[in-house]
């Protein structure tokens, strides 16, 4: 029962490098997320997705990129890392249900730093 | 804009006190809201949710949520705490028509025994 997995844990970057961050989930949910949670503010949506082939930019967008060519795949890549990225980024999924946003189902989320 | 945001960043209570952390929000239209707990070192889990008809939503824990539509506000309330309910506690709001989903900054809740 594997729910929302995150790939990796940790992961140290150096300035302009890039990197993608890895989300599966095996609910075949249609509704997938990713968020950034720093001390203080939250969790910040960086992107969202309502199904295959569709994806919108939350409060956050800016430095990343997703994409979603699979129901079960929502990968995130950072394409020039700055240290401001420098967060812990949780994958999360979610059911429609009927007309309401369903519960949100967390990745165990992926560390990054940026030096 | 579509917003949430929760007015207490750090509570500090002694078991068995009462809580109430305050969350509101910010949309049109329909709107369904939710509660969600992190643990120390764990990921975040559902406490409730209201997507509609009784105001006043029970979840786990002996947690409780009143949406309260005049007010824009969805306040998370237990009678009396426990030194395990020290984490921390964020509200979300999302839209039915496009699945976005909003959390507000997080309340730290710390009981001490």
């Known amino acids: 029962n594997a729910g929302v997995t995150q790939t990796p844990k940790f992961r140290i970057l150096k300035i302009g490098q890039s990197m993608t961050l890895q989300c599966t989930q095996d609910m075949n949910h249609n509704y997938m997320y990713w968020y950034r949670q720093d001390p203080g503010m939250g969790l910040k949506l960086i992107y969202y997705?309502?199904?295959?082939?569709?994806?919108d930019k939350g409060e956050v967008p800016n430095g990343y990129n997703v994409s979603r060519s699979t129901t079960e795949d929502f990968p995130l890549r950072l394409e020039l890392a700055a240290p401001s990225q420098t967060s812990v980024y949780f994958c999360a999924s979610s059911d429609k249900q009927g007309e309401n946003t369903g519960e949100l189902f967390f990745g165990e989320g992926s560390r990054l730093t940026v030096l | 804009a579509q917003s949430v945001s929760q007015h207490n960043h750090h509570v500090i209570l002694s078991e068995a006190a009462s809580l109430e952390l305050g969350c509101n929000y910010s949309y049109g239209g329909t709107v369904n809201l939710f509660w969600y707990v992190q643990y120390p070192g764990q990921h975040l889990q559902l406490l409730l949710k209201y997507f509609s008809g009784d105001p006043l939503v029970k979840g786990i824990k002996g947690f409780e949520a009143e949406f309260i539509k005049s007010k824009f506000s969805f306040n998370l309330r237990k009678p009396s705490v426990q030194w395990s309910d020290t984490a921390e506690y964020f509200c979300?709001?999302?839209?039915?028509?496009?699945?976005?989903?909003?959390f507000g900054q997080g309340t730290t809740l710390q009981v001490k025994p």
């Open positions: 997705s309502v199904g295959a082939g569709i994806t």
């Open positions: 979300a709001g999302g839209s039915s028509n496009t699945g976005k989903l909003i």
